[in-house]
């Protein structure tokens, strides 16, 4: 069974350096928008890592200990390289400097190459928050003569993901092709039965229904079944134009 660390970034056991880190305010926004992504990179061999911020607690229908299960389901699912929880507070998240501290700490221990925040532009106080912190943390990362553990480190990139709560059309800066990794996408979501399942309308389109939906949008503008969208801050880089598809 897979293990969510919960413990301070300085216990953390020693590991080697992960290729991408996805940081998200809940448990469930990264299997929401990056899950095709993730179950790809990770059977392409890359180490793959999600750091939650919060526990995602209260909702309607979940409990703290339902959504640690529903969690450890998902990243089995997913086949997730490392998961951690950085116990700060749902409802309630902010880029303080003690959250900036922590998790640029937990990036100094991880050495993640990529980094993955949400879309800065959300309707969701904790996304926006989570985004804020995510970008100070980064640079923090790499201070030198200072407390934090680990060795100074900077993340080469931050990549956005959308998990939006407001209805925007967005346009992203790359969509990743998960046809073959939508089912998996789609168990890990439903991983989560708290949140996407109990409670929900049952007419459709269900909540499921809507994600495939949206996939499958992404897919068809790169010529593929489904895809997932990311935006970037900064350009893209190629070595070679047979990279594009």
């Given amino acids: 069974?897979?293990?969510?660390?919960?413990?301070?970034?300085?216990?953390?056991?020693?590991?080697?350096?992960?290729?991408?880190?996805?940081?998200?305010?809940?448990?469930?926004?990264?299997?929401?928008?990056?899950?095709?992504?993730?179950?790809?990179?990770?059977?392409?061999?890359?180490?793959?890592?999600?750091?939650?911020?919060?526990?995602?607690?209260?909702?309607?229908?979940?409990?703290?200990?339902?959504?640690?299960?529903?969690?450890?389901?998902?990243?089995?699912?997913?086949?997730?390289?490392?998961?951690?929880?950085?116990?700060l507070v749902n409802r309630k998240l902010e880029a303080t400097l003690q959250a900036r501290e922590l998790v640029a700490s937990y990036f100094r221990m991880l050495r993640p190459r990529w980094i993955f925040a949400p879309y800065w532009n959300d309707a969701h106080p904790d996304h926006v928050a989570a985004t804020d912190l995510i970008e100070a943390a980064r640079f923090w990362s790499k201070l030198s003569k200072t407390d934090m553990p680990g060795d100074r480190f900077h993340p080469e990139r931050v990549y956005y993901y959308f998990c939006i709560h407001l209805r925007l059309a967005i346009e992203p800066d790359l969509i990743v092709d998960i046809s073959d990794h939508w089912e998996r996408k789609r168990r890990g979501i439903e991983a989560y039965q708290s949140q996407f399942i109990a409670g929900r309308p049952t007419e459709p389109p269900t909540l499921i229904e809507r994600l495939e939906s949206d996939a499958a949008h992404w897919g068809n503008l790169i010529a593929r079944r489904y895809g997932e969208p990311i935006a970037t801050k900064e350009p893209l880089a190629i070595r070679s134009l047979r990279d594009l598809i």
């Fill in 1 to 87: 069974m897979p293990m969510i660390h919960t413990c301070s970034p300085s216990d953390l056991p020693a590991t080697d350096p992960l290729d991408m880190l996805v940081v998200a305010p809940h448990p469930d926004d990264a299997e929401l928008a990056l899950g095709g992504t993730i179950a790809k990179m990770v059977d392409e061999g890359m180490r793959v890592g999600i750091l939650d911020l919060t526990t995602g607690e209260p909702t309607p229908h979940g409990s703290e200990s339902l959504r640690r299960e529903e969690t450890i389901a998902a990243t089995e699912i997913l086949k997730v390289t490392w998961r951690g929880n950085a116990g």
